[in-house]
């Protein structure tokens, strides 16, 4: 274990990004004796309002990244699109950020993230690589139709992406999405999404949850399912997955990976997510460690804990208007409800989740 | 129920007192959407570190509780040795407050305590006032020896009282008091102590937690079990006496009542806590919701939450240096470790505790 770990109480922990997410790190963070720091650009941030401090600054504000090396033992971060940049500056002042800069710039970049996955013996969609109207129509020849292009960064929410139709479209959509480098991937003749959240400590332990069953809408996440039904098969796989990811990474901390499930029963690998991730909210009420104190206990050098269910879990994001059935969803004995602070309700915004429990 | 409630999250909730309780509160309250404001004299409170705002002040400056009024939109409290004025003035200001203030002169003097319980049909241990050397001696006379003088006010933790163990010696023990107010009583025949954390909303609904078993060492509590070994035919009048206490005080909160167990399977009324309670640490993982934030419900006029105990608990207080053994007890699977960010460990200081689980 590296000098300075594990972090006592009392320890500071720093976190980029101040959404809902981190939020519920800074929750967890504080039932273990941890102090947070957050910075954000966002004034009233969900996250601020439960840290000792905030730093209100962009992600290359030098001045506020040395500032908050200088406060916190460990910095962690809520958001994947955190510039590479800020992470080296951070590192060259000495402060650990977990996950590493390496699982960041896998995680920023669709080829990047999808060769890694490759490579750690993790089966993906097949994929290739768009930079120009001329590789474009090559990648839609070589993957066939219709097919998927997506840009390579950015893009979330089913935001940045395409259907290719034809493979004479193939240098159009490229245009389309901005002449900006992509990736053209095969459909996944999935039955269904899945998703594994999982952990590794700065031992090298290793703590995997149940796989979840996730539903999107409109690209959206709507509801994970927990244990996810009929899949006790697919545990071994997941766990696989997970190790081979999070030990090629040398990763620290909590991943979300999503997956696909096929009718012949094996999974790929969609995406994964450095972070604590909504298909994971399900684990607050449906496991003794949740994946935001496991998180905690990862950043700082702690022994993770445990992650088996305890109870059947249906995860239910409350989007844009929907937080305003509290006073009903409040009154169900089966339901926990968690609501992120955030002041105004947008459509589609995730202003909260619900955890409805039934016996496993 | 009254203008105003239910309070929609977003709400403010002010909390005067920013130790442990306040603290757990305060991380109950975001869970659910509402923001924090803390009133508290202390510099770097446990509970300020997780609120949105901490006004410094004593809780007698004028200009600070007219600050905390304007902010908030309930006001609750900590500890009971909230001074009356504070919230005679906070109600002046318009502010609810809750519990309120008739629940306050209760708990504060233990002669009005147990009139109170007695006048409510509440069993408590005989009793009697003392308020000059010549009632001392009356009291000693009516109550027999040995037998317990308290000071009417303040004490805790086994401070402010003394035994009287011949009728002559209670002016001196009086005396010895300091000569302020006094309360003696009986000795109470336990075999065991027990208490009951309730709830009761705004709409006049009950919660009432399973019995927990409760150990005391050197006068401060040690650790609770719960529920309570062999205690199912306690439960019938243990809720009886909750209901009793907190309707006739039209009580809006979580309330802590301590008993006694007697040989006979009597209970025995000792002291009521108008706000969460050490000895409802356990339900923060024994139970859906847990005390902490099933007070928030009940103030912020929400609908009150399911009490049943999911499993068993051993909570154990790490007071002083135990809590140093953090890195020991985040080890054990089956204990959830819970810290309050104190930053020095003196000894007997209630730095943190552990719930131990194991199944019903």
Not at 308 to 311: E, G, L, P, S, Y
Not at 321 to 333: I, V
Not at 346 to 357: D, E, F, Q
């Given at each position: ?9 009392g ?7 101040g959404?809902?997410l ?14 947070v720091v ?27 990244l ?17 510039p ?12 650990p950020?977990?996950p590493?800069d390496?699982?960041?710039a ?14 750690a013996?993790?089966?993906t969609?097949?994929f ?12 839609a020849?070589?993957i ?12 979330y ?9 034809h ?15 992509c ?7 999935f039955?269904?999404e899945?998703s594994v959240?999982?952990?590794?400590g ?5 703590a995997?949850y ?18 996810a039904p ?5 545990a ?17 901390g ?16 969609n ?6 991730h ?13 994946q ?10 702690w022994?993770?804990?445990?992650t088996?269910?305890?109870?059947h879990?249906?995860m239910?994001?409350?989007?844009g ?13 089966e ?9 105004e309700a ?12 039934s016996?496993?």
């Open positions: 274990m590296e000098l300075g770990f594990p972090l006592a109480p320890a500071t922990i720093g976190i980029l990004g959404g809902q981190g939020r519920m790190l800074a929750l967890a963070a504080a039932r273990l004796g941890f102090d957050i910075l954000t650009p966002e004034l009233d941030a969900p996250a601020s309002r439960v840290a000792r401090e905030t730093l209100i600054a962009s992600f290359d504000d030098a001045d506020a040395a500032r908050l090396a200088d406060l916190c033992d460990v910095i962690t971060y809520e958001f994947e699109k955190v590479a940049a800020a992470v080296e500056r951070l590192k060259a002042l000495g402060a950020v977990a590493n390496e699982t960041l896998v995680a920023q970049d669709r080829v990047a993230e999808k060769t890694f996955l490759n490579a013996g993790v089966a969609v097949a290739a690589e768009v930079h120009d109207t001329q590789s474009a129509a090559a990648a020849a070589l066939g139709v219709p097919s998927l292009m997506k840009t390579r960064r950015e893009g929410d089913g935001k940045g992406q395409k259907w290719v139709e493979v004479a479209d193939a240098a159009g959509v490229f245009e389309a999405l901005g002449g900006v480098p990736i053209l991937e095969a459909p996944a003749d039955v269904r899945l959240i999982a952990a590794r700065r031992d090298g332990g290793l995997i149940p796989l979840a069953e996730n539903h999107h809408e409109g690209g959206i996440l709507r509801r994970s399912v927990a244990p009929a899949a006790p098969d697919l071994g796989q997941a766990e696989r997955i997970a190790a081979q990811i999070l030990t090629r990474l040398d990763y620290v909590v991943i979300g990976i999503e997956l696909f499930g096929l009718a012949d029963g094996r999974l790929l690998a995406e994964i997510a450095p972070r604590v909504n298909t994971g909210h399900w684990t607050q009420d449906g496991c003794e460690v949740c935001f104190e496991q998180h905690i206990r990862a950043v700082a050098g022994p993770l804990g445990p088996d269910a305890r109870v879990v249906e239910i994001n409350l989007l208007d929907e937080a305003g059935a509290w006073l009903k969803l409040a009154a169900e004995p339901t926990r409800l968690h609501l992120y602070g955030k002041r947008k459509p589609g915004r995730k202003m909260g989740h619900v955890n409805r429990l016996p496993l």
